[in-house]
């Protein structure tokens, strides 16, 4: 029986954290952004940029597709990666819940590839992207319960706000 990670909950900015993994909630184009992948890409520096080119020259010409999850040096970050994903724009009129899910199981994919124990998630899409913020939650909480992959032993969920960290509670008491 595999052991599933423990998963907790942290109010703060990602990029303070220390954990093996930091994920990003990237765009496809990889460059930078706005909200987490902006606030990633600017305290970590110029090498995970570099990094991010360098993906862009080789394997992803046309950008991450959206649901996928690739890894890069976390540059100044403390942590020894950032594993980006390109979370779903949430659509009222088309169910992509399971995109959503595939950029929290890509990640530890990646994660347990890597060999790490600590991963550290933002809330994915659940900001410019629209997913609404309960079910972005319920979504992320339970794709990670399912998620057994050795040697990640720890998840922890960074909200940046009360209402985020609330609903993650929720999700995860539920």
Not at 78 to 83: D, L, P, S
């Amino acid at each position: 029986m595999k052991t599933r990670p423990t998963i907790t909950l942290v109010r703060g900015d990602i990029t303070e954290q220390h954990a093996d993994v930091l994920v990003n909630a990237a765009n496809s184009s990889l460059l930078g952004g706005g909200g987490v992948d902006g606030a990633i890409h600017r305290r970590g520096g110029p090498e995970i940029l570099a990094a991010c080119r360098g993906l862009r020259a080789s394997r992803y010409g046309k950008g991450l597709p959206t649901g996928q999850a690739v890894a890069t040096t976390a540059g100044r970050l403390n942590a020894e990666y950032v594993v980006h994903t390109v979370g779903p724009v949430w659509s009222p009129t088309e169910d992509r819940s399971a995109l959503l899910a595939s950029c929290y199981r890509q990640s530890l994919r990646v994660a347990s590839e890597l060999g790490v124990r600590s991963v550290a998630f933002p809330a994915i899409s659940t900001g410019i992207y629209g997913w609404p913020l309960d079910d972005g939650a319920r979504i992320a909480v339970s794709t990670v319960r399912e998620t057994a992959l050795p040697p990640v032993t720890e998840v922890r969920f960074v909200l940046f706000d009360e209402e985020a960290y609330a609903c993650f509670n929720e999700a995860l008491t539920a």
